[in-house]
């Protein structure tokens, strides 16, 4: 399994674009980078995943560079409700499972 | 669709106690998965099921048990429960390897 490294924390103000990179150097060919937002007492959420180059949803978007060694999270003005916790994680169709690392966790300030 | 349905909510159990906690999807997800998760800490895998009868270790197997007799249900038994089983406990499911997951809300365990 590829190991994954993040920032432990991320301070940000509403507004701002926030951008949060992962670190997966032993990424596998058919490994996929898949995201995920985890608020307090709840269960982590799927945001967004991809393979190369950049990836866009209506929550956040998804930057891969063509070695893909790395990551990069986008979320676009960031208001209070995006304060969380983001785990980036790496698997694929060689993969039955996931790790979850430590995540990122963002505090936004108003 | 209910998608990932834990329950109990919240249970304290004592010292060897027993209990199983119950995980139900309606997804029709052919993988199946638990964690637990320390307070500020990550989730740490404890069982996973790519399909009805097949089971497997996680990074934290110790301590628990598992069954996958339907597509459906996954339930998690502690056997002896230990105060270091205390723990916030996720369900997730997904239909492929590659799919997102999709998480439960979570059991709150205290073990005292």
């Known amino acids: 399994l590829a190991k994954t490294t993040q920032p432990i924390s991320m301070d940000s103000y509403e507004g701002q674009e926030v951008n949060i990179t992962c670190s997966h150097n032993?990424?596998?060919?058919?490994?996929?980078i898949t995201w995920y937002q985890q608020f307090p007492s709840q269960g982590p959420r799927f945001i967004i995943q991809?393979?190369?180059t950049k990836v866009t949803n209506e929550v956040a978007s998804l930057f891969i560079p063509a070695d893909r060694k790395s990551s990069t999270l986008s979320l676009p003005r960031v208001s209070l409700s995006d304060t969380a916790v983001y785990y980036c994680?790496?698997?694929?169709?060689?993969?039955?499972?996931?790790?979850f690392g430590t995540g990122t966790r963002l505090q936004v300030f108003p | 669709n209910a998608g990932v349905t834990q329950t109990p909510k919240f249970r304290i159990l004592k010292i060897g106690q027993s209990m199983t906690l119950q995980c139900t999807q309606d997804?029709?997800?052919?993988?199946m998965y638990w964690y637990r998760q320390d307070p500020g800490m990550g989730l740490k895998l404890i069982y996973y099921?790519?399909?009805?009868?097949?089971?497997d270790k996680g990074e934290v197997p110790n301590g628990y048990n598992v069954s996958r007799s339907t597509t459906e249900d996954f339930p998690l038994r502690l056997e002896l429960a230990a105060p270091s089983q205390t723990s916030v406990y996720f369900c997730?499911?997904?239909?492929?390897?590659?799919?997102?997951?999709?998480f439960g809300s979570g059991t709150r365990l205290t073990v005292v």
């Open positions: 997730a499911s997904s239909f492929d390897r590659v799919d997102g997951y999709t």
């Open positions: 032993n990424i596998a060919t058919n490994d996929y």
């Open positions: 991809g393979y190369k």
């Open positions: 994680l790496v698997g694929g169709f060689n993969t039955d499972k996931l790790i």
């Open positions: 997804m029709n997800h052919n993988y």
């Open positions: 099921s790519v399909g009805a009868g097949i089971t």
